[in-house]
């Protein structure tokens, strides 16, 4: 390969770092802020041809593991502060400490399977306690009930990928086939943002910019454009606080959860709603409301998913108010924060790295920035430049630092490691579904990581079951 390969550099575990430490802060006033949050909220919103709804969740999946910023908005934000995650794609936002640190998530009878409560034709939810607050490894995981389904199908796997070490490789210990399971859901995982989240986010032409795969031999190369390939990996505030937030901008208003069957009526249900079904976390996700994921995923022999919102400084209408959250205007919410974290301009980023700025007269905060650049440059159908250069740059970056990732372990190219995190097909509450999927190694797709239902009778029941 053209570039060296980095398998065993070191990552700065808990801190956060800047990508343009010698740019000056974006400064703007209150008013300033307040006025560029309104913006966010004139216009329609409209779907993006180039991205399906599931995305967006996802998205917010792939953050939670990354990031937990724990601190009040409008403080002093340094460096030392600590991240509340390890910067690292190791589900630590699923596994938490695992079945010893963590032992409430995990079923005290089959060592390392997740706990999960059942319902009639396969369908499962997460444990909750007496006042329904879900037991997970972040609890981010639970604010709405599409990331929290999510989760669920990462728990599903996990378990399902544990049944299949135990039938096939009897001599491994208990607590070596929930390691080895862990590994392969993880692996799985990487391999899915490698080839289907960050193309779509940032585009094939920059991510293969970034990192260059030869699948036949095992190898890749890595040409990084923000990065020091020899430097200690660490999660920048300019990704954390600005460019991962433009998930925030494909967030529609309603989401179809599930299709009508045969009298039952199609399933549409709000963001927020002061009464009757929304997608609200905190409360047990019956079958009512469990999704059917082609309707976010695009499926092979399936009509198309709904679509995410375009990449562009405009939020869906119910972003401006969202329930428990001070302040409740998310867009006023991000574009604090990247003041607390003195954030750049956006111009001034771009001319940082040789790109031609849009609107390059004005002065705009970072986040904003990227969602306007996305909207000019690519017609709000994935990032512009700076936007894709840091999530891209970021998100691979993490990758190849850490020696335990699929991209490092010889073991997660093989076709073995490919056949253990294929889907299952199986005829569930959902049909059968996606049966051309790949099974090649390093080829995962979301859509091919949520398409698993196992039974009930495979899901690890509830001890007690709380209404």
């Avoid at 032409?205 to 890749?220: C, H, S």
């Avoid at 505030?237 to 433009?246: D, I, V, W």
């Amino acid at each position: 390969m053209a570039h060296a390969v980095v398998r065993h550099a070191t990552l700065n575990s808990k801190a956060y770092s800047r990508l343009f430490p010698d740019l000056p802060a974006w400064r703007g006033s209150a008013a300033d802020i307040e006025k560029l949050a309104a913006a966010c909220f004139v216009g329609d919103e409209i779907d993006n041809p180039a991205i399906p709804a599931g995305y967006t969740y996802f998205g917010q999946f792939m953050v939670h593991d990354l990031s937990f910023d724990a601190r009040p908005l409008e403080g002093d934000q340094t460096l030392d502060d600590p991240n509340q995650r390890t910067p690292q794609f190791d589900l630590d936002c699923v596994y938490a400490g695992g079945p010893v640190v963590s032992p409430a998530m995990y079923d005290l009878d089959a060592y390392g399977r997740f706990l999960l409560r059942a319902y009639p034709g396969g369908h499962a939810d997460i444990t909750r306690n007496s006042q329904r607050v879900g037991i997970v490894g972040d609890p981010r995981n639970d604010e709405n009930l599409i990331t929290c389904q999510i989760h669920t199908a990462a728990l599903l796997r996990h378990n399902r990928t544990l049944a299949i070490l135990a039938a096939t490789r009897p001599e491994l210990t208990a607590e070596e086939r929930f390691t080895k399971a862990a590994q392969a859901v993880r692996w799985a995982y990487h391999w899915a943002l490698i080839n289907d989240f960050l193309p779509r986010m940032a585009g094939h032409d920059q991510v293969d910019a970034l990192l260059t795969l030869d699948r036949a031999a095992g190898q890749y190369a890595y040409t990084p454009r923000l990065f020091d390939a020899a430097a200690p990996a660490a999660l920048p505030l300019e990704f954390s606080g600005a460019a991962l937030r433009f998930g925030h901008a494909m967030v529609r208003g309603t989401y179809r959860l599930r299709n009508a069957r045969g009298t039952t009526p199609a399933v549409d249900v709000p963001l927020f709603a002061l009464e009757g079904p929304s997608l609200r976390g905190g409360q047990h996700c019956t079958p009512a409301l469990a999704i059917d994921w082609p309707l976010f995923f695009d499926v092979d022999g399936q009509p198309p998913a709904q679509r995410a919102q375009r990449i562009a400084p405009h939020l869906a209408g119910p972003l401006a108010w969202v329930p428990g959250q001070s302040p409740a205007n998310l867009a006023l919410r991000n574009l604090i924060r990247g003041t607390d974290y003195a954030l750049p301009a956006g111009q001034d980023v771009a001319r940082a790295i040789g790109a031609t700025p849009v609107r390059p007269k004005r002065s705009d905060p970072l986040w904003f920035y990227i969602l306007a650049e996305a909207n000019e440059q690519q017609a709000g159908q994935r990032l512009g430049e700076v936007g894709a250069a840091i999530v891209a740059g970021t998100i691979i970056d993490i990758l190849v630092k850490d020696p335990t990732t699929a991209l490092n372990v010889a073991e997660a190219w093989s076709q073995e490691a490919a056949q253990m995190t294929a889907p299952m097909f199986v005829t569930g509450q959902h049909g059968v579904i996606d049966q051309a999927m790949p099974r090649e190694p390093g080829w995962a797709t979301i859509a091919a990581l949520l398409h698993d239902t196992p039974g009930t009778s495979e899901i690890a029941m509830e001890r007690a079951a709380t209404e």
